[in-house]
């Protein structure tokens, strides 16, 4: 099970998005190294696939890289799959910051929904910067789903 954060001591968001795309392919997005490098980005960075290490079991790992665009400096990140419910549900647990991802998805009419829970702890320094990242990057999933390269 994943760590949970007290709850008077947590901040944190949910984001809801309609994606056209079924299930097994939005849930591949975050499991998936050709996927994840599309979209698991900050801007004026890239996360090479060919740098990531992907465990994508409960209790298994992403290690992966950020490289600058601009000078080639590398930022090393990863997380723990805390749990897996393929492919409706994945929780994806971070150290530092201390932050727990969890993504569910369900059928729609036209797609699926994804719901994107977002809470760490102490909350986010500046949570309005933290949703707007994690809006940024689902755009990307959209786009890649778009493309046909998730």
Request: glycine share 8%; net charge negative; charged share 25%.
């Amino acid at each position: 099970m994943p760590e949970k954060p007290a709850p008077h001591a947590s901040g944190g968001f949910t984001v809801h998005r309609r994606l056209h795309a079924t299930a097994e392919r939005v849930f591949a997005a975050f499991v998936e190294p050709s996927k994840l490098e599309q979209w698991f980005v900050v801007p004026g960075y890239h996360t090479p696939a060919e740098r990531m290490r992907v465990d994508a079991r409960p209790r298994g790992r992403l290690d992966a890289v950020m490289i600058s665009d601009a000078d080639g400096s590398e930022i090393p990140f990863g997380f723990e799959y805390a749990e897996m419910g393929p492919p409706r549900r994945v929780v994806l647990q971070f150290q530092k910051p201390r932050e727990l991802v969890t993504v569910t998805l369900s059928d729609a009419s036209d797609g699926v929904d994804l719901t994107y829970e977002f809470v760490s702890w102490p909350g986010p320094a500046d949570q309005d910067a933290s949703r707007r990242g994690v809006e940024d990057m689902l755009d990307l999933i959209a786009a890649g789903i778009e493309r046909g390269t998730i």
